[in-house]
């Protein structure tokens, strides 16, 4: 697999209704592989470009489009766009035969280093995608904003399919009991260092965190 397979991809997560990474209730989708390493990155299991899952584009697209009561999908990571054919090729699919939904995509690229270096492949998923999230996470930074975590990132509109909303306050985080013994939360943290401390308190109490994009075994 590389970043010019159209046709399998490999993902580290899934979820069916997510309300914590774009607007509405949302498919998430999270890839396996980042090649950037900012520090502190809240999803580290995601960074290895090996491990996750293998499947198939039009196996993932049959599983997505058999949600319904969703406005759209989001796809975060890892780094979509080191897998952007695969992702594009996903992505193509719904368009088709989801008009109505949207698309959110994360990055830790800018969009002005995917416009101006990105290969054919990333220019083309950029054109699938109604909203970018962009650019590095940046502790210094960590505000509690809407869909993201540090100031440097940046809520790119660019199709018009999905409107600004005027409060960019934090999303909060979506928490779910998982199995008898581990919660799961997905989102945005809207403080640094969440996760180890609260990972740290829930074992305490003799339960497990899981993180979204986290592989699970369950
Ligand atoms: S771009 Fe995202 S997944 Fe990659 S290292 Fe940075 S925070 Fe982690």
Known sequence: MTGTDTTILRISD???????????????????????RCPECV???TLPMSGGSIVTVNELADR???????????ISGGEPFAQAAAVGTLLEILS????????????GFTIEWLRRRGDRFQAEL?????????????KSLH???KWRASSNQRLHYLSGRIGAESDDGSAGLQFEVSGTSS??????PPVPSFRPGFESALANQGFMAVA???????
């Open 14 to 36: 899934y979820h069916a209704s997510v309300t914590t990474l774009g607007p509405g209730k949302r498919v998430g989708i999270w890839v396996q592989g980042c090649p950037l």
């Open 43 to 45: 999803a580290p299991e």
């Open 64 to 74: 997505v489009m058999s949600v319904t009561d969703v406005e759209g999908v989001t």
């Open 96 to 107: 088709r035969e989801r008009p109505s939904w949207t698309t959110v995509i994360y990055s």
């Open 126 to 138: 950029l054109k699938y995608c109604d909203l970018l999230i962009d650019g590095p996470y940046r």
């Open 143 to 145: 505000a509690p904003l």
């Open 183 to 188: 919660l799961r939360w997905i989102g945005v």
């Open 212 to 218: 979204d994009g986290e592989t699970k075994n369950e």
